[in-house]
């Protein structure tokens, strides 16, 4: 399976990825990684790890639907058959989700539907709970309403901080989110617990 993994910012969990894919725990083969923000520092990563990237930006374009369908050609091009989010900060519209339906995945940092939305973590700190986590899911045309594959969940103690805490679900993201790949896109049983 051909994968392409989009991305705007530093790319820990592209990179985790791809320490996964070394170590061969994810055996396809990642193709492409798009960053809609040309200074991303997981464009240096793709550098890295010998991945071709492309970037361009919303701000490119008179509309979404025309970046859009632009990143759609790109990754059909690509002959691209799954897309990973890996803190790619745009929310995906009908020309992304119609070409590849249950075929994106997104990661997002806490146990959804609790706390969606760009500041999981933050939320979840902010609230009091005693237990956030990661939960990985499918896109869909909601933020971050897509059917759930997998949930890890972390444990907020006393004296953690947010910055502790950030810390802490990045880890599990960095682990959860290259088994899940592998699993699914060696066509396991996609409800299958993690």
Do not use: W
């Not at 990563?45 to 010998?50: D, V």
């Not at 790109?74 to 020309?95: H, N, Q, R």
């Not at 997002?108 to 609790?114: E, I």
């Amino acid at each position: 399976m051909r994968i392409a993994v989009l991305a705007s910012g530093t790319g820990s969990n592209f990179e985790a990825i791809m320490i996964a894919k070394r170590e061969g725990v994810v055996t396809d083969d990642i193709c492409l990684l798009f960053s809609d923000q040309k200074q991303a520092l997981v464009l240096e990563k793709a550098k890295k790890y010998g991945v071709p990237s492309v970037s361009f930006s919303l701000h490119d374009f008179s509309s979404k639907e025309l970046y859009e369908k632009k990143l759609r050609d790109l990754l059909v091009s690509k002959k691209i058959d799954f897309v990973v989010l890996a803190g790619y900060m745009k929310i995906l519209g009908s020309v992304m989700l119609e070409t590849y339906a249950n075929r994106i995945i997104n990661i997002h940092p806490s146990l959804l539907p609790s706390f969606p939305g760009r500041h999981g973590i933050k939320d979840a700190f902010t609230y009091g709970v005693k237990v956030t986590g990661v939960t990985i899911h499918y896109v869909d045309d909601g933020v971050d309403t897509g059917p759930i594959i997998a949930q890890k969940a972390v444990e907020i103690k006393t004296y953690d901080t947010l910055e502790t805490l950030e810390t802490k679900i990045h880890s599990a993201e960095h682990v959860l989110y290259p088994q899940v790949i592998a699993k699914l896109t060696k066509n396991e049983n996609k409800k299958e617990n993690f």
